[in-house]
């Protein structure tokens, strides 16, 4: 129940990205505004979550993770309330911000939970079942936010999210206990804590990581974010049918975590995670081929970016795995930084397939690629996967 609980917290904030994805076009109909305006919501959301994880990650080394989780899953639903009810773009993406960051409570803190009962390939392995289970969130949510948009307006996502992290806040009072006792807190308080961080920040191979994984975070928001508008504006597909398209490309995430959950402990965390970027990487410049030279067509772009989305059911819970090991001192900055890392770059990258006009298939897919460039390069030039002794095996 614990592992369902903390997979269910790494989900809430997929699901409040992706359920109400299908429902871009019609949010900015509601408002009056762009699409590149809508999009920005996501972005205040993303910020939100990052500026949670970097400051409750190390807080929570320093107080505890049980009382920060109940109050994140309690701000979490009341923002959603106010998203549900926003009058207008500014109000709604306020809340937005504000919801992020009471979300990125369970993100970082449930990461940080499992750091603290589980090491090594074992980790691995728990980091792989969490994920595989968060990872049914971007399966369902386009699909449950296709059908709420098919039997009412986009409003009623945000009172499904709120009742979801109510749901939550009964689960965590239920099933999660505090898992760092007091005499593994560090002491001098929350600035001791936040000092943590900026040590963690002076290891090369730990920061290389976190690049590797938020560069491909962005990629992946980025797709996230173009996705809608490729498949129903570009290709005519309804909120519902994408919404499918969506799930099935997410089930390749989910298949990928699966297997990255058989082979961690046999094969080595790094090497999984190279092959995971050469996925993604091999993907998305195969899409960008095609559509340079023309073909640009619904199945070639949906089999490229399912392609793409498989890749990252081996690069999240590896980069996840290492960064956490490699920071094992101090989990909670750790993770802080991980979720940092992830989602600032994701909020950069969230607007960026329209910012200079309509969002297509070949704008979605330059964004996707050249992030996934980055994550490729801070592979080889700073991580260095093939001289590294502290990574987990």
Do not use: K
């Not at 498949?231 to 989910?254: I, K, Q, R, W």
């Not at 961690?264 to 996925?279: E, H, I, P």
């Not at 819970?317 to 993770?335: C, E, K, M």
């Amino acid at each position: 129940m614990l592992i369902l609980v903390l997979a269910g917290l790494s989900a809430v904030s997929p699901f409040a990205t992706d359920m109400y994805a299908p429902g871009f076009p019609q949010i900015a109909g509601s408002f009056g505004t762009s699409g590149s305006a809508v999009q920005l919501s996501l972005t205040a959301c993303l910020i939100g979550t990052a500026a949670g994880q970097v400051v409750l990650g190390p807080v929570s080394d320093a107080t505890g993770r049980r009382r920060l989780l109940l109050a994140g899953s309690g701000l979490f639903t009341a923002f959603s309330v106010i998203c549900a009810a926003a009058p207008s773009i500014v109000v709604f993406d306020i809340a937005r911000l504000l919801q992020g960051f009471a979300g990125g409570a369970g993100l970082v803190i449930g990461r940080a939970v499992v750091t603290d009962r589980f090491t090594g390939a074992a980790a691995a392995r728990q980091f792989a079942t969490l994920g595989a289970i968060a990872m049914t969130a971007p399966v369902l949510a386009p699909v449950l936010g296709g059908l709420v948009l098919g039997a009412s307006s986009w409003r009623m996502v945000f009172v499904a999210l709120a009742t979801a992290g109510l749901v939550l806040l009964a689960a965590i009072w239920a099933w999660v206990p505090e898992s760092l006792p007091v005499e593994r807190r560090r002491t001098g308080g929350v600035r001791t804590a936040l000092f943590a961080m900026s040590g963690l920040l002076r290891r090369r191979e730990l920061v290389g990581y976190l690049l590797v994984m938020g560069c491909g975070l962005a990629a992946l928001f980025a797709y996230i974010t173009g996705s809608p508008f490729v498949f129903e504006h570009g290709y005519d597909l309804s909120p519902t049918e994408y919404g499918f398209v969506f799930a099935t490309n997410a089930v390749g995430t989910v298949l990928s975590s699966v297997a990255f959950g058989r082979l961690a402990g046999r094969v080595r965390t790094t090497t999984l995670l190279v092959a995971g970027v050469t996925v993604v990487a091999v993907s998305t410049a195969t899409l960008v081929f095609l559509l340079v030279v023309g073909v640009d067509a619904l199945a070639t772009t949906w089999v490229c970016f399912f392609g793409l989305t498989s890749g990252f059911g081996f690069v999240l819970p590896a980069a996840t795995t290492t960064v956490l090991a490699l920071g094992g001192d101090s989990p909670g900055a750790a993770s802080g930084l991980l979720g940092g890392a992830q989602f600032v770059l994701a909020a950069a990258a969230a607007p960026l397939p329209g910012l200079f006009g309509s969002t297509t298939a070949l704008s979605t897919a330059v964004v996707v690629l050249a992030f996934v460039v980055l994550s490729a390069l801070a592979l080889g030039a700073l991580a260095r996967p093939r001289n590294s002794v502290a990574a987990p095996g």
